[in-house]
């Protein structure tokens, strides 16, 4: 047994100076290119992971701003609808439910106006109806208020003359203000119809000018194609394929006739 160990130890040892001696015999500059082609392969995995870091972190940083301003546009959005929502509930509340609706497409009205391109292009002036939806509001809110209190003193139990004439007063005066805001109201929707039309005009003004501009193109260019073919002399080719078969067609056809004469 201590034999069979110390020839391993003697294996190993023998093993160990063979290595050194391989390595003594590797030339010194050698030895230097490798140790270069190390440092920088670990130089370039060390950049690599520094790199890959750095990408994953703006990664992760964009990830998280792209969130985030998707929290704060579905916020403001949210935000906007709730507004819309509460100044629809308080016209409800000031004007009545229909004034209401009546309120309501007077503004979009107003928005088709604004945005038409008879706006955009001066056509129309001035576009601002802020007096009249002031004016067509003011006039809701104060019949609204007055059926209001009308409303109460109808319930009352026996009404005297005065109720009577005094109801019949404040009636007049809400069919008077609403009907002079629903006309202005309706003036409003004519003109965000007028200027649908001026639009659709300004269109068909656009495409009549391009189709005359392209049926002058076409019109000077057929010109100039029938000119040069009128100012030219009719050639024929010198040498025609159609000439020289015709011509060898009836050479066979005397040929053939010589022939039957002959027979």
């Known amino acids: 047994m201590s034999g069979k160990s110390s020839s391993d130890g003697a294996g190993a040892v ?13 030339p010194k500059p050698v030895w230097i290119a490798l140790g270069v082609m190390v440092a920088l ?6 950049v690599y992971r ?4 750095a990408e994953k972190r703006h990664a992760e940083a964009e990830e998280r701003a792209r969130v985030e301003r998707a929290k ?50 001066g056509w129309l002036g001035d576009v601002d109806f802020s007096a009249d939806i002031k004016g067509i509001t003011d006039n809701f809110e104060k019949a609204h208020a007055l059926r209001g209190v009308t409303s109460k003193l109808s319930a009352l139990d026996k009404p005297s003359a005065d ?13 008077s203000l609403e009907r002079a805001a629903i006309e202005r109201v309706g003036l ?8 649908q039309l001026i639009d659709k005009s300004l269109r068909t003004e656009r495409e009549d000018a391009r189709v005359a501009e392209q049926r002058a193109e076409l019109h000077g260019k057929l010109a100039a194609m029938l000119y040069g073919i009128e100012s030219s002399p009719p050639s ?17 056809r005397e040929i053939k006739n010589q022939i039957q004469q002959a027979r």
């Open 72 to 121: 704060q546009a579905a916020a403001a959005k949210r935000e906007r609808e709730e507004r819309v929502r509460k100044d629809k509930q308080r016209r409800v509340d000031t004007l009545g439910k229909d004034n209401a609706a009546l309120v309501e497409s007077a503004l979009t009205a107003v928005k088709q106006v604004a945005g038409s391109e008879a706006a955009r292009e």
């Open 41 to 46: 392969s670990v130089i370039g995995w060390v």
């Open 163 to 175: 109720d009577r004439k005094i109801l019949a007063e404040a009636k007049s005066t809400i069919a």
């Open 50 to 53: 520094l790199v890959d870091a």
């Open 236 to 252: 024929t080719p010198i040498d025609s394929a159609v000439e020289a078969v015709m011509a060898r067609v009836q050479a066979y």
């Open 188 to 195: 409003i929707g004519k003109c965000a119809k007028e200027a």
């Open 14 to 26: 023998g093993l160990i100076v063979f290595v050194i001696v391989l390595i003594s015999l590797v």
